[in-house]
């Protein structure tokens, strides 16, 4: 899974990440126990987040019934069932998230995007220090196909993500589509027997490993600071009755 530059990355870090928590939510269209392109490259920033003794969680988003909608739990809005507030546990303890998806007609999955609707669903709760929940919290993407869109769709992913409040490191997406139009996606096996589809590829390697890296790094930096400075950002501040006194009139 990981090459001898990965390998020797994780065995001579001398960064303690051990008390961190990673959540990876593959927003493939294909249900378990169906092979699945975009788990293959995730599983190379799984591998470094272990390997440094990162906690980490795997969701299969299109495993479960997830509701339509922009509330914490859809089944309070007529939902016969919404398996969103269990996934929500593993969110809301996670220092780190790397949302993973394929390209489908240039844009993300359905799935992601329904992924990105349920997270804005918790976009006005708060942590105990007046900011929104996502505080403190680094996320980054994964894309995998066989046709152009890498840059666009983490765009809007990364976008929403810092968005509701998550921080986004440097070079905090990576992927791999291969040549444009149909074709052989990540990991399948090619044609002549020797190796798989974008396993040596240096672009993607390397990105991914910058990506798992910056977003430990970041999640490292955050949890050592006690977050993000309250000042300034607290939604208290904004409640009736709460503001400061503007000190011209001209501001009133």
């Avoid at 927003?27 to 490259?41: E, F, Q, W, Y």
């Avoid at 390209?103 to 609707?117: D, H, N, T, Y």
């Avoid at 400075?229 to 009736?240: K, R």
């Amino acid at each position: 899974m990981l090459d001898d530059t990965q390998r020797k990355l994780c065995d001579d870090n001398t960064t303690d990440f051990s008390d961190l928590k990673a959540l990876t939510i593959n927003c493939t269209l294909k249900p378990s126990p169906g092979g699945s392109h975009t788990d293959k490259l995730l599983g190379v920033a799984e591998a470094i987040l272990v390997r440094n003794e990162v906690t980490l969680e795997q969701v299969r988003l299109v495993d479960h019934t997830i509701a339509p909608g922009v509330y914490p739990d859809m089944t309070e809005q007529g939902a016969e069932r919404d398996d969103w507030p269990a996934i929500w546990k593993k969110v809301e303890a996670a220092d780190i998230l790397i949302v993973g998806t394929p390209i489908w007609l240039g844009e993300k999955s359905s799935v992601c995007q329904r992924l990105i609707e349920r997270l804005y669903a918790h976009s006005g709760q708060t942590n105990d220090k007046g900011q929104y929940v996502f505080y403190g919290k680094v996320g980054g993407c994964i894309v995998t196909g066989n046709e152009d869109g890498i840059k666009h769709v983490g765009m809007g992913v990364l976008y929403s993500l810092q968005h509701v409040g998550y921080t986004i490191p440097p070079q905090a997406d990576a992927g791999w589509v291969g040549e444009a139009g149909p074709g052989p996606s990540y990991g399948d096996a090619r044609e002549d027997g020797q190796g798989y589809e974008g396993f040596d590829n240096d672009f993607t390697r390397r990105n991914t490993t910058f990506m798992t890296w910056n977003l430990m790094h970041m999640a490292r930096m955050l949890k050592d600071a006690g977050g993000i400075p309250a000042w300034g950002n607290s939604v208290d501040l904004w409640q009736e009755g709460r503001r400061f006194d503007a000190p011209n009139p001209e501001y009133r």
